[in-house]
């Protein structure tokens, strides 16, 4: 009898043993992910496209509100219409400061140019140590009718620029500076936030970031705040809480916004808070994504955007109240 029971007794346990072979591992838990600014790209661009008439003279101005000291600025214009730079098709010169009261004559008031003595203009240039809250972009358009460009502004940390754009120019050339704008050529520019690459999630846990953001005083009442995030995989979908202020949780008093269906591509719209705050933080939460072999945990890749926008009563926005 006792040899019986042996036996089943063995047959159970390899039942048991198959069985918890079979049954994929239960989700891990995981912590909260906190999405670090390295991690993001803050860009800052031009509403519109310039269409300059020759010579015409324009400022862009990027407010950043201190919150990229001591990083790097890339200052970047596209030539729609001339991308290999070359004179005679119509090029832009430029200067960045960090005051409009500043001028040539002022010692280090160019923060960078791409009108060097002796060298073709590029159409880039760095500011290799952020010290101010706002930068001045001005730019004359060379002598060619319809010359059609954009301005960009990208923030990052030292160590993501190649030595050799780092180098700032021995000697900026003064035949198309200084340059004076008037108030009507005075553009200020729009900012951007996305990830540098994309984040990977478990299934049923979250992610938070903290954007910050600077509109001026030209700005009020003008912008709108619009964060997507897209799944890469297509088997994971995304919901997303907004917060003026941490802990950023789902139901917590602190959310002002949200998307809570889960969406491979959900996108939140907030109005009328970006003229009063400067940061807001974001909470993503992951629903689905794929299997990963061996471990049984189900996890989902994706991008994440933000932008401020031109306000447009078109346009839907968040069903819950900001306030």
């Not at 960045?96 to 009108?115: F, H, I, M, Q, Y």
């Not at 180098?167 to 900012?191: G, M, N, T, W």
């Amino acid at each position: 009898m006792a040899s019986h029971v042996t036996v089943l007794l063995g047959i159970v346990a390899a039942i048991a043993c198959c069985n918890s072979a079979a049954v994929p591992k239960p989700l891990t838990k995981r912590p909260l992910r906190h999405v670090q600014n390295e991690e993001m790209r803050f860009t800052f661009t031009a509403p519109d496209t310039t269409l300059a008439m020759p010579g015409q003279t324009d400022l862009f101005i990027a407010s950043t509100c201190n919150h990229f000291m001591g990083q790097e600025a890339e200052v970047t214009l596209v030539l729609l219409n001339n991308p290999a730079w070359n004179v005679q098709d119509g090029v832009v010169y430029f200067y960045v400061t960090d005051s409009p009261e500043k001028t040539l004559n002022d010692s280090n008031a160019v923060l960078c140019s791409n009108n060097v003595e002796g060298e073709a203009p590029t159409a880039r240039c760095i500011v290799p140590d952020v010290s101010c809250s706002e930068l001045y972009v001005y730019t004359r358009a060379g002598d060619v009718f319809g010359i059609a460009y954009s301005v960009t502004v990208e923030f990052r940390q030292p160590n993501d620029t190649n030595k050799f754009i780092k180098e700032k120019p021995k000697k900026i050339s003064a035949r198309h500076f200084p340059i004076h704008v008037k108030d009507d050529c005075v553009h200020h520019l729009v900012q951007s936030v996305s990830l540098r690459a994309p984040l990977e999630l478990v299934s049923l846990t979250s992610a938070q970031m903290t954007i910050p953001f600077c509109p001026n005083s030209e700005q009020e009442n003008l912008l709108s705040l619009e964060t997507s995030v897209l799944s890469l995989s297509g088997l994971s979908a995304y919901t997303q809480y907004a917060c003026l202020k941490t802990p950023c949780e789902v139901d917590s008093p602190n959310v002002i916004a949200s998307n809570p269906e889960q969406r491979p591509l959900n996108s939140l719209r907030l109005e009328s808070m970006c003229d009063k705050h400067t940061s807001l933080t974001v909470l993503v939460h992951c629903w689905g994504g794929e299997q990963e072999a061996g471990v049984g945990d189900y996890v989902g890749k994706f991008n994440f955007a933000a932008g401020l926008n031109m306000k447009s009563p078109t346009r839907a926005v968040a069903k819950k109240p900001m306030y």
